[in-house]
Nanobody, 118 residues
Framework: EVQLVESGGGSVQAGGSLRLSCAAS????????MGWFRQAPGEGREVVAQ???????SYADSVRGRFIISRDDAKNILVLEMNSLKPEDTGMYYC????????????WGQGTQVTVSS
């Protein structure tokens, strides 16, 4: 079983930046697709960004051009660089991984809170 631990959340003002990290243990991240999700208060969970094993990335329209997802399989980590943050980016951010042949994400972290004030 894979364990995921997020870090790097915090409180920032609009326009600021944060860098989220997700450390994996129990297996090599090179075996998995990886993604970042977020959930705002009272809202459902939504995908923010995803990256496949070859490094191909995809982003939600709301964050494209501001966020960058990357992975370092040698260190077993997933990173989300968040720039030009907006109050609507506020929420709990989760990292997750899935096998390439399974559509649903299998393993999830406990989340890290991001709060952006105006």
């Amino acid at each position: 079983e894979v364990q995921l631990v997020e870090s790097g959340g915090g409180s920032v003002q609009a326009g600021g930046s944060l860098r989220l990290s997700c450390a994996a243990s129990g297996d090599s991240t090179s075996n998995y697709f990886m993604g970042w999700f977020r959930q705002a208060p009272g809202e459902g969970r939504e995908v923010v960004a995803q990256i496949d094993r070859e490094g191909t990335t995809s982003y939600a329209d709301s964050v494209r051009g501001r966020f960058i997802i990357s992975r370092d399989d040698a260190k077993n980590i997933l990173v989300l660089e968040m720039n030009s943050l907006k109050p609507e980016d506020t929420g709990m951010y989760y990292c997750a991984i899935r096998f390439p042949y399974i559509r649903e994400y299998t393993y999830w972290g406990q989340g890290t809170q991001v709060t952006v004030s105006s």
